[in-house]
């Protein structure tokens, strides 16, 4: 939390640090992600609650954005489709996100991103869980602080006590700071101007362009939606469409 800085210079310079320090993880992911879809199998994104379903959503049917994705929409744990509080309390709900993995239909060989700035509540590891029990490749999105700083006993952890960072094949740090806003200014009581949606957006972007640039440098066309809106949009993607229709549940 910072006074005397703009939302701008904040966002800047969260970017910077994680372009920085996070580097080579898009570069593994695009090559992990890139080798997956080569195969001819899934990327899986899932959100696991909340807000933080945000750069899962922004991955799936996205014009200029890979086609082969699989959004794992974990309904009632969502606050615009199932009520805030009520999604709130099932995203600290055990045995209710392995199931919608289940759902989905996660196979072996695939790969899963799991996206949650926490990383610590029952949605967000029963997620990664089933993704490995599954046989798939984890790529964790999510804040390290979060990780570090929540008590080891706090009631909104998963009962394992576990951190997203622990378990996955592959953790993307977003240095989401505890509380998510990054402003406080004199005589307001409390912090605000939420963070993630600016650093996971920019995760997921670099993540989708390690991986385009990695099939191409092995003479692959990757699948990239067209925007259906430009002059061809739709008989582009006709091919994409018929060919997924029947192996992505929400296509």
């Given amino acids: 939390m910072v006074k005397g ?12 640090k ?19 879809l080569m195969k001819d199998q899934l ?13 899962a959503y922004d991955m799936f049917y996205r014009a200029g954005g890979l086609v082969p994705i699989n959004y794992i929409i974990p309904i009632g744990a969502l606050y615009g489709a199932s009520g805030a509080t009520h999604g ?28 949650n700035n926490i990383g610590v509540n029952a949605a967000t590891i029963d997620a ?12 964790g999105v999510g804040g390290s602080p979060w990780q570090k700083e929540i008590p080891h006993d706090h009631f909104t952890r998963h009962p394992s006590r576990k951190n997203m960072m622990e378990l996955v094949d592959l953790f993307i740090d977003d240095y989401n700071p505890v509380g998510d806003s990054v402003m406080e200014i004199d005589g307001f009581d409390r912090p605000f101007a939420p963070i ?33 809106n430009c002059v061809g949009g739709d008989q582009a993607n006709a091919q994409y469409v018929k060919e997924y229709f029947h192996r992505i549940k929400n296509l």
């Fill in 5 to 16: 800085k703009s939302y701008l210079e904040l966002t800047v310079e969260f970017l910077e």
């Fill in 88 to 115: 709130m309390r099932i995203e600290r709900c055990p045995d209710y996100m392995n199931r919608v993995v289940d759902y989905y239909g996660v196979e072996k060989g695939d790969v899963a991103i799991i996206f």
């Fill in 128 to 139: 990664i869980l089933e993704c490995k029990k599954k046989g798939a490749y984890t790529i």
């Fill in 196 to 228: 993630s949606a600016m650093t996971d957006g920019y995760i997921v972007r670099r993540m989708e362009i390690e991986t385009i640039k990695y099939m191409v440098s092995k003479g692959v066309t990757p699948k990239v939606w067209m925007s259906a």
């Fill in 18 to 36: 994680i372009e920085k320090e996070q580097a080579e993880n898009f570069k593994k992911a695009g090559q992990v992600i890139g080798d997956v």
């Fill in 43 to 55: 990327l899986h994104v899932v959100g696991t609650g909340g807000h933080t379903d945000l750069p």
